[in-house]
């Protein structure tokens, strides 16, 4: 892997023994650079150029920190803050990205036909909760059979503990999982061990708390609206160039310095852009080049649910994306095992979805969808590889968004969860496993904040229980309480080589590396008699997978030519019968 010198336009670098800041503030009348060094403090004004882009060169070193004085009045964080150690509302600290040793100089990516992605949320995946403690997991996760490490956001929030989703740093890693350095070892470890590791970014809004961008220039729109409120400003003039550039310039970031081998763009269908060029295709283009220039492969994937192909289609019809979460996979197949009804799964709960998911891609092909009031879902997938649909059977969405953020562990009965892992691990698809899932976590994931502010602590606690009216869910956590946090944490004691859930996550991995990932990634399903067959490749398949969907249901004891390769049968009626040829 070729390396590339940072090349941020914005915030403070360190050039010839000195650091020049560059803040771009077209709002401010004066803007000066308080630095901080030991005990003493000082006040340099920085010059203003016609493009409302402000700059100071001063003797300074990294571990020094600042803050942006705006009118001689708030003294507030940079926009490009690589690190706050103080908190979103604390100074800015200088940080020198040459000074880390990188060890993977041979590194070239993973395929992206090889992704088997592990979700995790570093403050809750550890009792330790730091991205440090995390990498002594990373032999664990490579015996498991994972290809792909995805990191919940890591940039800056208000408090200890959050999702990262209401993060206000874009460029700066989150103190209380280690800081900047923290996520290089992570990340250098993850490279030696073969381990991808993909970032969760948030590019459709970002957080109240600490959030000063409007004091700096015109970041936010109302020209669109979001379920935040006012837009990012992609498309809106004056300022919406250099907005843009801001997030491309924030995706690139973590690729080169950081080394990161892709990123998943947080909820798309929110990020409002009515430019010729869409800004998720802009920034596809400057990461892909960036990716030639450093010879190894990186991938971008968008979370929608839309069931749509544009974001996936090659430039000039889409975006060029390496592929997008296909929540339809995982509705079914919850839908169908638990008898949920509420909210989004009323329009769930059908087997034959479950067939089209895995045949497809997703269900939903334009069809009325009752949860969005009949309107039409999705389009027809043609020319969408079945890769290029990232399925899982939990996420952090899917479980935290829960009232209760119970797992399918303690909600379906154990049986279920052996075919729904089959079903997920040998599709063609790409897998997303969330964490704990593979040795039967029963620690809930719930929605937790720690806010500072008195009147975001009550919003969030109140509109979390608004949130679940349609799900006629009593209790609702209190996001603020440290215990809802607590209770989120995995129970590693589970996670030992006797447990069978385990055992069987692994064999269905080593499966799917020997018979899915090799070969022509398509599938055939039916489903006939409470049974599900499933067919990989789909013309000339090399697997077949017949499991139960009610239990009690008789599966064929041997297949003609074919060995049966893995079974299971539960106590309560449920079975897998797999074989491979």
Known sequence: MKTSASQLQYGASLRDGRVHFRVWAPNAKSLSIRLIQGSSQNDQPMQRDDRGEWTLEADAHAGDRYFCVINGEQAVPDPVSRFQPEGVHGPTEIVDPSQFQWSDENWEGVDYDDYVIYELHVG???????????????????????????????????????????????YAVQESYGGPEALRRFVDAAHAHGLAVILDVVYNHLGNEGNYLRMFGPYFTDHHKTPWGEAINYDTTPGCEHVRRFVIDNALYWI?????????????????????????????????????????????????????????????????????????????????????????????GDPEQIVTAIRDGYAFQGQPFKFWKGTKRGELPVNVQLPRNVICTQNHDQVGNRAKGERLTTLVPRGARYVSAALLLLAPHTPLLFMGQEYDEEHPFQFFTDYGDPVLQN?????????????????????????????????????????????WYRELLRLRKRYVTSGERTAYATYQDGVITMMAPGDTPDLILFATLEPGRQLPAEEDGWNLTLKYKSEDGYQVRIFTR
Request: aromatic share 12%; glycine share 8%; net charge negative.
């Open 124 to 170: 809750t995946f550890t009792p330790e909760g730091t991205l440090d403690a995390a990498i002594e997991k990373l032999p664990y996760l490579k015996a498991l059979g994972i290809t792909v490490v995805e990191l919940m956001p890591v940039n800056a929030f208000p408090g200890k503990h959050n999702w990262g989703y209401d993060g206000v740093g874009l």
């Open 256 to 348: 080169r310095e950081y080394h990161l081998d892709g990123l998943r763009l947080d909820a798309v269908q929110t990020i409002k852009d009515d430019s010729s060029k869409h800004v998720l295709q802009e920034l596809q283009e400057n990461v892909q080049t960036l990716a030639a220039e450093l010879g190894r492969k990186v991938c971008v994937i968008a979370e929608t649910d839309e069931n749509i192909s544009k974001y996936v289609r090659p430039f000039g019809s889409g975006y060029g994306l390496q592929g997008f979460w296909s929540d339809d996979f995982h509705h079914a197949i919850h839908a169908y095992f638990t008898g949920e009804r509420q909210g989004y799964y009323q329009d769930f």
């Open 459 to 503: 919003a969030v606690s109140e509109g979390r229980r608004k949130e679940f009216e349609d799900f006629d869910f009593r209790e609702v956590p209190d996001p603020q309480d440290p215990e809802t946090f607590n209770r989120s944490r995995l129970d590693w004691s589970k996670a030992v080589d006797t447990n069978p859930m385990l055992r």
